[in-house]
C-alpha cells in the first residue's frame, strides 16, 4: 500500500510512524483527517471500545487494519 492516498481527503498513507512489526500507524491527527472526524469523537469511540488503538508511551496510534474495520463495521450498521 505504499503512496497509497485516501481519494476523500487526499491523505498520504506512508508517513514515518511505523510499527514494530512494520505495518503503518496512524496518530490520532492522521485519524480524524482520514475518517473526517472530530478528536473527541475519535475518543468517544475508543472510550466504547468501537476503535482500537495502541498506545505507545504517551502516544496514541492506530493500525490502518484496526482502522479499515471500524470502517467496515460503522458500514455495516448503517446497512442493517
Excluded at 59 to 64: D, K, M, Q
Aim: hydrophobic fraction near 45%; charged fraction near 25%.
Amino acid at each position: 500500500m505504499a503512496g497509497a492516498r485516501s481519494s476523500k481527503n487526499n491523505i498520504a498513507l506512508t508517513a514515518p510512524h511505523v510499527g514494530v512489526d512494520g505495518l503503518r500507524l496512524l496518530s490520532v491527527k492522521e485519524l480524524c483527517e482520514l475518517l473526517n472526524i472530530s478528536r473527541s469523537k475519535a475518543y468517544v469511540e475508543m472510550a466504547a471500545g468501537r476503535l482500537r488503538c495502541i498506545k505507545l508511551g504517551g502516544s496514541t496510534r492506530f493500525r490502518l487494519a484496526d482502522v479499515e474495520a471500524y470502517i467496515e463495521r460503522a458500514s455495516a450498521d448503517i446497512a442493517a
